[in-house]
């Protein structure tokens, strides 16, 4: 019997080319760097001096030719800058998708069951027994017949109602769905980076909806003093800026969007770390960053009201853990009736891809 056999670990030998290795940290730059190529490649060079991820058989310039010669990179002409291209805007997003939502299990069947029969997407493992009503379709005649022979003996095969085994479908409803992300200041105060994470898990559930769901409609809105849409290629590039935060801005624009969407399925995720501090009034900025303001946040309570009415519900990812943070998102989703994670910026992409899942899957029997 031949027992273990140990050998020295060669952290090249992953079957990836030194190209390859390289492009993925790159790729985790420029997410960072908001897809700044020149300072990505200057956190390259840094990384380079300290941990050596070159050699003299291949070095930074040959991965700077290669980055261009795959089409990661080009030249701007017209502003004599180099800049990523739409295939590592893509790359971004399967990246975080794979660091994101890759490692994570299927999550367990949400409470939103249904009752109206009809067939599934997904076969589940479950069956029960047949009753008047069920579709043919869903019959396992594979355990039916096993239990026919069981039930009668195999010498003279006989087969009746008591022994049908349905075999339980999950439904996945059409969704659409709203991801609202905070680009206020405060999104990179007191020393943390909480845009990056945002980011991630925008560019993650994008990617995942888009492959996986592609009947399914994601549309983003970043807030700030205001409100407005982003397109999915431009996740990479969003930036904190010198911002208030406008939440009743976002979510106008989210019903908004959600109203004019023909599926009768609506949600909206909302990704924040602070309070609502901004109101427009006319064409006047309301602001008060000290507390919380009873203007504003009657305001942000109406809506999450009016987004019930509507059965559209507010799903929010809070960042941070503020008592009295926490009791005025509590208010607003019992008053839309949604729900609220207080999540740690490393548990943000499994809450949100938890509760997606959970929302689109439903038992049909």
Known sequence: MIGHRFIQFDPNASGKTRFEQLLDIFMQLLTYTSGDVAEALQWMNELDKQYQL?????GMGDFIDDLREN???RDDNQTGQIIITAKSEQ?????????IFGKLKRSKQGDHNTFKPGQGDDISPDLKPF???DMLEQIDFTESIRNAQINHGIESFTMREDDLQIRETDFKAQTSTVLMIDISHSMILYGEDRITPAKKVAMALSELI???YPKDTLDIVVFGNDAWPVEIKDLPYLQVGPYHTNTVAGLELAMDILRRQKNPNKQIFMITDGKPTCL?????YYKNSFGLDRKITNRCINLAAQCKKLKI???????????YLQRFVQEFTETNNGKAFFASLDK???FIFRDFESGKRKTVY
Do not use: C, N
């Not at 070159?54 to 291949?58: E, L």
């Not at 790359?91 to 660091?99: A, D, F, N, T, V």
């Open 54 to 58: 070159t050699d003299d058989d291949y």
């Open 71 to 73: 089409g990661y990179i």
């Open 91 to 99: 790359g971004i997003r399967k990246r975080s998708l794979e660091e």
């Open 131 to 133: 009753q008047f009503g």
């Open 210 to 212: 888009t492959t996986k």
């Open 280 to 284: 427009k009034i006319g064409k006047r």
């Open 313 to 323: 519900p507010i799903t929010t990812f809070m960042i941070a853990s503020d008592p």
């Open 348 to 350: 943000l992409g499994a």
